[in-house]
């Protein structure tokens, strides 16, 4: 069993920064894929950023050069640095991970219907 918990986040006026962390707990097998991805009232989840055990990312077109995932192994944690925020970045970030994958080609195809382990989120609000 794996828990997730996520910190951070908050609010800020557009173009500022802000990150979240995730503290991951439980085994998270090898390899394994950990993902962001957040929620906007009223719409989809989608996927934001994922990154697999060996290091290797993935990201959203609509947050490419602007976000930032890494992990510390030695800490079991998980981060996303956010840079240059919008005001459509607006929403719950949850932090999740599927074990014994790797993330591969359209991580985010399902939305994470196909991530067993997921945090409780953190929210982010981005005012204009």
């Known amino acids: 069993q794996v828990q997730l918990v996520e910190s951070g986040g908050g609010s800020v006026q557009a173009g500022g920064s802000l990150s979240v962390s995730c503290a991951a707990s439980g085994y998270r097998g090898s390899p394994y894929c950990m993902a962001w991805f957040r929620q906007a009232s009223g719409k989809e989840r989608e996927g934001v950023a994922a990154?697999?055990?060996?290091?290797?990312?993935t990201y959203a077109d609509s947050v490419k050069g602007r976000f930032t995932i890494s992990q510390d192994n030695a800490k079991n944690s998980l981060y996303l640095q956010m840079n240059s925020l919008k005001p459509e970045d607006t929403a719950m970030y949850y932090c999740?991970?599927?074990?014994?994958?790797?993330?591969?080609?359209?991580?985010?195809?399902?939305?994470?219907?196909?991530?067993?382990?997921w945090g409780q989120g953190t929210q982010v609000t981005v005012s204009s």
């Open positions: 990154i697999d055990s060996d290091g290797s990312t």
């Open positions: 999740a991970t599927d074990p014994w994958r790797k993330c591969g080609w359209g991580v985010f195809r399902f939305r994470g219907t196909d991530f067993a382990y």
